[in-house]
């Protein structure tokens, strides 16, 4: 089993930065990707970023392309989401996901079995 768990949300102008935090323990020997997806209110979840963690390849959706940056540190189990210009759009509870048997970073969110609790952005105009 693995257990995610984000920090770093909160609060925000437009135009700002947040760094999201994603700390992974249990067996994390067994993960390859890791990704971030957001749910607003009255809006299904929505995929945001991926990385795939011995490659360090990179997905991202075409709404965060230039603004977010996925990273990991794979000495502290952590991964992280660095969002800047954001804006109220990006206002959504952000879940930090993770699988492990698989080839490469994936974006479907019905390939991770494992889901953080999530940590609540919001961005005023």
């Known amino acids: 089993q693995v257990q995610l768990v984000e920090s770093g949300g909160g609060s925000v102008q437009a135009g700002g930065s947040l760094r999201l935090s994603c700390a992974a323990s249990?067996?994390?020997?067994?993960?390859?990707?890791m990704g971030w997806f957001r749910q607003a209110p009255g809006k299904e979840r929505e995929r945001v970023a991926t990385?795939?963690?011995?490659?360090?390849?990179?997905v991202y959706a075409d709404s965060v392309k230039g603004r977010f940056t996925i990273s990991q540190d794979n000495a502290k189990n952590t991964l992280y989401l660095q969002m800047n210009s954001l804006k109220p759009e990006d206002s959504a509870m952000y879940y930090c996901?993770?699988?492990?048997?698989?080839?490469?970073?994936?974006?479907?969110?019905?390939?991770?079995?494992?889901w953080g609790q999530g940590t609540q952005v919001t961005v005023s105009s």
């Open positions: 996901a993770a699988v492990g048997g698989i080839s490469g970073p994936t974006l479907n969110q019905n390939e991770y079995n494992y």
């Open positions: 249990g067996y994390t020997g067994s993960i390859l990707c």
């Open positions: 990385i795939y963690t011995t490659s360090s390849n990179t």
